[in-house]
């Protein structure tokens, strides 16, 4: 049975009549993905909106970090594991699959990450994800402790921090949108 084949269960605006940067940007996705991320067209209820999630995610996501995009993707995937969001487990998922060349490793990380055999330091990496997901308010020095032990430097941590945060608010907002992921994403790197 074929998943739902809303975007969201909102009205959106008409996608021909966005804004031209936001159009640009769109021609820009099909070009280099195939597909417009339903994400981004979830975020055209507000023009500001989208431009600022936009940007925040490319910077997050692919600019500079210690992390690497993999390392990014990871705990995207654990995140939404945690909050149990369809749309991010689908499409940073398949994100893992893809980086990392191993199928089996999305598939255990959507799953349970703890069965994955990852080294000490992404496993520290994704527990704090985890913790800081589940659990905020006990986070505490042991856990950031925990971190530098495993060898993430300071810099590393509000990296982490940053991209756990940054996806239990996705997970939030298609949660509350009942956002569906691109039926594209089910069969790509596989």
Sequence with gaps: MPQPDHIVKVALPDQTKL???IQAYFAKCEEKLGMVPNVLRAFTFNSDKFRTFSK??????LGDSVLTKLEREMIAVVVSSCNRCYYC??????AVRELSGDPQLGEMLVMNYRIAKLDK???????????LTDTPHDICDEDREALKQAG???DAICDITDVTAFFNYTNR????????????YHGQSR
Excluded: C, S
């Design 19 to 21: 804004d031209d940067d």
């Design 56 to 61: 925040f995610y490319n910077q997050l996501m």
């Design 89 to 94: 487990l689908v499409a940073h998922g398949q």
């Design 121 to 131: 330091k992404q496993r520290t990496m994704l527990d704090y994800a985890w913790k």
């Design 152 to 154: 993430w430097g300071d």
């Design 173 to 184: 907002m298609a949660h509350g949108l009942d956002m569906i992921p691109n039926p594209e």
